[in-house]
């Protein structure tokens, strides 16, 4: 009988185990939540409003909500509106503000991701995002993700050489393509359909901005393009 006891008793004490462990780790989830940005509260609150997406496929939940599924030249301010407020959200908006551009072209709605001469959202002579440049491209994923238009990526630079001038070297037109190839993952791997990429472009430096000064920062830049739907 003791033995029954006993063995009863070890059961109970799993399941009082199982019950404070489920609860420590909705401690932590909510811990972490309330420490995160806005943009992943919103997208934690969207998965549980809609884990299987259904709202994204018919544009009618929040992902839908003031654009049509997809963007032309009729509803193109308000996603460029949207894209605004939610690049506003994010942390050091002030700081960065003024290099991100959102113009609208015949092609589509482009983003201009500028550079200081610091290295704003790439690192100086590299492929390599800051941490505030693969913020700003997970943003960008989880808006331009809901819609099946599709993306052109570019990539820019000043007219400054690199150091070694040899035929095999690194230069311009190889941080160009690769910047857009380097924006390009980021984007996917924040959700961005890898069948909207359409293009990846690479001009060094022979689409300059600030054309009177050609080793402006300005110049070094990645264009994400969501084009209009055909």
């Excluded at 063995?7 to 199982?18: C, E, I, L, S």
């Excluded at 599924?69 to 605004?84: G, I, P, S, Y």
């Excluded at 800051?130 to 997970?138: A, M």
């Excluded at 293009?199 to 430096?205: K, L, M, N, P």
Aim: charged share 25%.
């Amino acid at each position: 009988m003791a033995e029954e006891a006993h063995g009863h008793h070890g059961g109970a004490w799993k399941v009082a185990y199982a019950d404070f462990v489920t609860a420590l780790m909705s401690l932590f989830i909510v811990l972490w939540l309330m420490s995160s940005g806005a943009d992943v509260r919103e997208a934690v609150s969207a998965y549980f409003k809609d884990p299987k997406g259904h709202a994204r496929m018919t544009g009618s939940g929040r992902a839908g909500s003031g654009v049509s599924l997809a963007m032309d030249a009729k509803n193109v301010d308000k996603l460029k509106e949207r894209l605004e407020a939610a690049m506003a959200s994010l942390e050091n908006f002030e700081e960065f503000r003024k290099y991100v551009h959102f113009t609208v072209s015949g092609e589509g709605l482009r983003i201009e991701l500028q550079e200081s001469e610091g290295g704003m959202f790439f690192e100086t002579g590299s492929p390599r995002p800051t941490p505030l440049g693969v913020r700003l491209l997970c943003m960008l994923a989880g808006e331009l993700g809901r819609l099946p238009n599709d993306i052109v990526i570019e990539g820019h630079t000043d007219a400054r050489a690199y150091r070694s001038v040899t035929p095999d070297s690194y230069g311009n037109w190889e941080l160009s393509v690769d910047r857009a190839n380097m924006a390009r993952r980021a984007l996917q791997i924040a959700g961005v359909n890898p069948a909207q990429i359409a293009e990846i472009r690479g001009y060094s430096d022979r689409r300059t901005i600030v054309e009177a000064n050609p080793n402006d920062s300005r110049n070094r830049r990645v264009s994400v393009i969501l084009k209009f739907k055909q």
